[in-house]
């Protein structure tokens, strides 16, 4: 069975940093490009980042670069993402999401089931 | 960035009654475009992609449609559990976007 955990989530005060994790089982992670993508509380979906099956290349969205960084461990079957600099618009569930080719660049399944972020003082 | 706007935002329907929920990409994503249903709690279901081919274990009742810059997701006989929120998304080109969601509520 294809599984995604994620996990890492909590609270955290603004500006300080967070890494997230999203372990992987149940296919051949390196073969898959993944992302991470967000949702606030009440609104809608929010792609963040992706990355390569291979790790080579990233990619962010406009709201976290330079901010965020995706990365992975081929070798542990793990997803990662370190937030830095958080704010409190950043509180959101935080999902991992497979695409369906080495890419990235490709629609999700399947998705883990979140991990809670809130950026409070 | 490529911006989806779908709509309606909410969508009232009776149990049987057909759904047709609209996505527009402000420039062309040919066939790049996906749809996922979510519902309170859940994380998101991938329904359609390419943009008319079911996933796995989905349904006939939902089908999608269109190329370019409008799609369309058809639910032909709205059941009790289709009532969620949907969303498309592009996967045309970086930065990947999403839809703000269509939800699907009882009449």
């Known amino acids: 069975e294809v599984q995604l955990v994620e996990s890492g989530g909590g609270l955290a005060q603004p500006g300080v940093s967070l890494r997230l994790s999203c372990a992987a089982s149940g296919f051949s992670f390196s073969s898959y490009g993944m992302s991470w993508v967000r949702q606030a509380p009440g609104k809608g979906l929010e792609w963040v980042s992706g990355?390569?099956?291979?790790?080579?290349?990233?990619y962010y969205a406009d709201s976290v670069e330079g901010r965020f960084t995706i990365s992975r461990d081929n070798s542990r079957n793990t997803l990662y993402l370190q937030m830095n600099s958080l704010r409190a618009e950043d509180t959101a569930v935080y999902y991992c999401?497979?695409?369906?080719?080495?890419?990235?660049?490709?629609?999700?399944?399947?998705w883990g089931q979140g991990t809670l972020v809130t950026v409070s003082s | 960035e490529i911006v989806m706007t779908q709509s309606p935002a909410t969508l009232s329907v009776s149990p049987g009654e057909r759904a047709t929920l609209s996505c527009r990409a402000s420039q062309g994503v040919r066939s790049f475009l996906a749809w996922y249903q979510q519902k309170p709690g859940q994380a998101p279901r991938l329904l359609i992609y390419g943009p008319s081919t079911r996933a796995t274990g989905i349904p006939g009742r939902f089908s999608g449609s269109g190329s370019g810059t409008e799609f369309t997701l058809t639910i032909s006989s709205v059941q009790s559990e289709d009532f969620a929120v949907y969303y498309c998304?592009?996967?045309?080109?970086?930065?990947?976007?999403f839809g703000g969601g269509t939800t699907v509520e009882i009449k």
């Open positions: 999401a497979r695409a369906q080719a080495e890419v990235g660049r490709n629609w999700f399944d399947p």
């Open positions: 998304q592009q996967y045309s080109v970086w930065p990947l976007t």
């Open positions: 990355i390569t099956g291979s790790g080579g290349n990233t």
